[in-house]
């Protein structure tokens, strides 16, 4: 089993499948040989807005897949000092950091994302990070 950090991107691209990502998105997590990871930044970016535009269906989604992680990253102090260390090493954006780092704090094996290769997070060496991007 490959640990597998799924980033908001790739939940949003597989709830609403209406992109050309959302088939790669929906592939990824129909994938059994992946035990998935998350944290509280992917909720936060995911669940709130589904459930406040009542999109129901897309909530539906994100809960169904947030119960279905096994790995969450909680160390929350930890991933906030990981994440301040890479976006300085990598220049990252803040959320961007924080979610490689959240990833890194459970021992993921790869980060998988919607960003596209040339994106900063790419320079990351600790974790190797999977695009579903359109290119």
């Known amino acids: 089993m490959t640990r597998t950090f799924i980033d908001s991107g790739v939940l949003i691209a597989a709830a609403r499948a209406n992109t050309t990502r959302s088939l790669a998105a929906i592939q990824i997590l129909n994938g059994r040989d992946r035990e998935f990871a998350s944290s509280p930044f ?15 269906v897309e909530a539906e989604f994100y809960e169904a897949f ?31 950091a924080l979610h490689i780092a959240a990833a890194l704090s459970i021992d993921a094996e790869e980060f998988v994302t919607t960003e596209k290769t040339t994106k900063p997070m790419y320079r990351v060496a600790e974790i190797k990070i999977v695009s579903i991007a359109d290119e």
Not at 43 to 52: F, G, H, N, R, V
Not at 74 to 93: D, M, S
């Open 42 to 56: 992917i909720q936060l970016e995911t669940l709130p807005k589904a459930i406040y535009n009542q999109q129901q």
């Open 66 to 96: 947030f119960s279905s992680v096994t790995l969450w990253a909680t160390k929350l102090e930890e991933i906030v000092q990981t994440g301040n260390r890479i976006a300085c090493t990598y220049g990252l954006a803040a959320m961007d």
